[in-house]
């Protein structure tokens, strides 16, 4: 650790919502799956359901398991040259110049960036659901964002600076 007491790395995922993607994921893929093996191979009068509905009923509940699980791979990795976000389709690779706060308001469900250019970038990887673990990840981020802008020099005054 440096002498600043910044850590060196911040790594931050949401914990509770993998665990509940997880679970939402193999319930789908469960159900799908008994569904599919208990489709009557017979006709019904009006539809007949064979092997190929079958095979497609758990493809189907795999695919909807697939995606449930996507919502939970959002990540986040922060060091001394920038901070990287990965929310559930999007990747943002930031410098800390661009970065002016780390906020996590009281009632917010997630942590948030913001840019010095006024835009706001969300980071679902900290949740409030995470408690002291989404702190950890706050409290690490904004520790690197203050021992990056103590490093930096200090800007020159402007000519006419009232």
């Given at each position: 650790m440096p002498a600043t007491g910044a850590p060196v790395r911040v790594s931050a995922v949401p914990r509770r919502l993998r665990l509940v993607c997880a679970l939402a994921a193999a319930a789908v893929v469960v159900a799908m799956t008994v569904v599919g093996l208990l489709l009557p191979g017979s006709s019904t009068g009006v539809v007949q359901f064979g092997w190929a509905d079958q095979v497609a009923i758990i493809g189907i509940?795999?695919?909807?398991?697939?995606?449930?699980?996507?919502?939970?791979?959002?990540?986040?990795?922060?060091?001394?040259?920038?901070?990287?976000v990965r929310n559930v389709f999007v990747t943002h690779e930031l410098p800390w110049a661009a970065v002016r706060s780390v906020r996590f308001d009281r009632h917010s469900?997630?942590?948030?960036?913001?840019?010095?250019?006024?835009?706001?970038?969300?980071?679902?990887?900290?949740?409030?659901?995470?408690?002291?673990?989404?702190?950890?990840?706050?409290d690490g981020l904004r520790a690197l964002l203050a021992?990056?802008?103590?490093a930096e020099p200090a800007p020159l005054p402007l000519l006419y600076d009232d």
């Open positions: 509940g795999v695919c909807l398991g697939a995606g449930i699980l996507t919502i939970g791979r959002s990540r986040i990795d922060a060091d001394a040259s920038g901070v990287r469900s997630f942590a948030s960036l913001l840019l010095t250019n006024g835009d706001e970038v969300s980071l679902l990887a900290v949740q409030a659901a995470d408690r002291e673990h989404a702190v950890r990840a706050v021992e990056v802008r103590a």
